[in-house]
């Protein structure tokens, strides 16, 4: 992104250059000016010089335009995501972070903890954060104490836009989640217009620090609620354009009983749950309710 509004400064540079100079020779293309150059070339009338200063008038106005369109398509992606993050005041004591590729080497190795060997590989991820880096999230929790302040990571959740091919992917009767390559996701200009998202991952971190079984046990509860209500609130405000498909494939015990309560099917039967990818549907009129289990 940085790269991308370097260019487009650059560009609107340009262009008003360009503008300035085409409205500079356009203004010296009279018969009085050009007498008054007799070391300018007998080939440059004023009728050529006109002529060029038209083409870079254009060429500028061109450039400006393209160039506030672009910023203007990137504004509105940004505007997009943050309207997403805003959350009930149940959830005011965290946040929801935009996780960067500096953060990988810290938080894959609690990808692995959680999800052993069914592990989408870490250079995927940075495959696909490179591609949009809107797709991984971080959830921590605000603590103010004495006058500090400090950020405790309580879980996270991927959500890729995809393009029609990775939908397709998802789709097939053999799926392979590990196959989705940068080409089958959009950039984050298209994050919030996209029909089809897939949750990557979704986790929960346990709170190491807490002793007694019985409280981590709820301390994890409230977290898992917390990381799911972020994710299914986006969902929601992401559904209110229109219909969405979402999808997710939950390799773990916790990530199967929430995909049912949750409401998502899976969608290739022959196959093990854990194998399976899952999908719900979501309009503007869904409201998405949690049935809890008793597995």
Same mark, same amino acid.
């Given at each position: ?12 540079? /340009?262009?008003?250059?360009?503008l ?19 070391? #300018? ?6 009728a050529? $010089? ?18 506030? @369109? ?6 509105? @992606?940004?505007?997009?995501? &943050? ?13 929801? !972070?935009?996780? *960067? ?6 938080? %894959?190795?609690? %990808? ?5 060997a069914?592990?989408?590989?870490? /250079? $995927?991820?940075e ?6 880096? &809107?797709?991984?999230? *971080?959830?921590?929790? #605000? ?10 990571? #309580? ?9 029609? @091919? ?5 789709r097939?009767d053999e ?25 990557? @991952? ?11 079984? &019985? ?16 994710? !299914? ?17 939950? #390799? ?44």
């Amino acid at each position: 992104m940085f790269y991308l509004h370097r260019l487009v400064r650059r560009m609107r540079g /340009a262009g008003f250059t360009a503008l300035v100079l085409g409205l500079g020779f356009l203004g010296c293309a009279t018969a009085e000016i050009r007498s008054e150059l007799p070391w #300018v070339p007998s080939w440059v009338t004023p009728a050529n $010089t006109a002529l060029l200063g038209l083409a870079l008038i254009v060429i500028g106005g061109t450039s400006i335009a393209v160039s506030f @369109s672009v910023s203007a398509l990137q504004w509105i @992606s940004e505007f997009w995501v &943050r309207s997403f993050w805003r959350f009930s005041p149940v959830l005011r004591d965290y946040a929801l !972070l935009e996780m *960067k590729l500096a953060d990988m080497p810290d938080i %894959y190795p609690v %990808y692995q903890a959680i999800f052993g060997a069914d592990l989408i590989p870490q /250079a $995927t991820v940075e495959e696909w954060m490179r591609k949009n880096p &809107r797709i991984s999230w *971080k959830i921590v929790r #605000v603590i103010q104490k004495q006058g500090e302040t400090r950020r405790e990571l #309580v879980g996270f959740f991927e959500l890729l836009p995809l393009t029609k @091919s990775g939908e397709a992917k998802l789709r097939k009767d053999e799926p392979n989640t590990a196959s989705l390559t940068k080409d089958d996701i959009h950039s984050a200009l298209r994050w919030a217009s996209t029909r089809a998202y897939y949750v990557g @991952s979704i986790g929960v971190i346990d709170a190491a620090q807490i002793k007694r079984p &019985r409280r981590r046990l709820a301390d994890r509860a409230k977290h898992e609620g917390i990381v799911a209500k972020m994710l !299914l609130e986006t969902l929601l405000k992401l559904g209110a354009r229109g219909r969405i498909e979402i999808y997710g494939r939950p #390799v773990t015990t916790d990530g199967l009983r929430l995909a049912r309560e949750y409401g998502l099917t899976q969608h290739q039967e022959h196959l093990e749950p854990k194998m399976a990818v899952w999908r719900r549907e979501i309009n503007n009129n869904a409201k998405i309710e949690r049935h809890r289990t008793h597995e």
